[in-house]
């Protein structure tokens, strides 16, 4: 589904402990080439927010702080996201709307010579460490499983 980068920008991302990630966040064209990679970085800052709320809890959370975790994740998100669909959308528009004098001069001008560095080096992220727990610490145990 086609998603507007003023959607991401004015609208709700997360409501309570439901977010949306991946390409439900950011549909992309393949022009950019960024779509794979988009949705590992929602994964490593979701993680990352996850995790913390977990370790500074010394437990598995949900609920109300969850919920927060999962608007922090969106309100870090929002900006990267619809700047992506926005090279994207720009990308292909570009390399696939016809040979017109005045598209070629705006394709090859102004878009590949101006623009398209200014992408290209967007697409460099650093989304940050993912929190370190050891895999058998008790203090991290799931205790509402019934065992």
């Known amino acids: 589904m086609s998603r507007f980068p003023w959607d991401l920008i004015f609208r709700s991302l997360s409501k309570g402990n439901i977010t949306v990630a991946g390409d439900a966040l950011h549909p992309m064209t393949p022009d950019l080439g960024q779509g794979g990679c988009a949705a590992l970085e929602d994964v490593v800052v979701l993680g990352r927010h996850i995790g913390n709320l977990n370790i ?10 969850l919920a927060g975790a999962l608007e922090r994740y ?14 994207s959308y720009l990308s292909g528009w ?4 016809g040979s017109r004098w ?11 010579r101006l623009l398209f560095t200014r992408i290209f ?26 065992e």
């Open 56 to 65: 500074r809890n010394k437990r598995l959370v949900a609920g109300e702080p």
């Open 74 to 87: 969106t309100k870090e998100r929002r900006w990267r996201a619809a700047t992506l669909i926005t090279g």
């Open 121 to 146: 080096n967007f697409i460099q992220y650093d989304c940050g460490e993912l929190p370190c727990v050891s895999s058998n610490s008790p203090d991290l145990e799931n205790r509402s499983k019934i």
């Open 102 to 112: 005045w598209m070629k001069f705006f394709r090859d001008v102004i878009f590949y």
């Open 94 to 97: 570009v390399q696939q709307d």
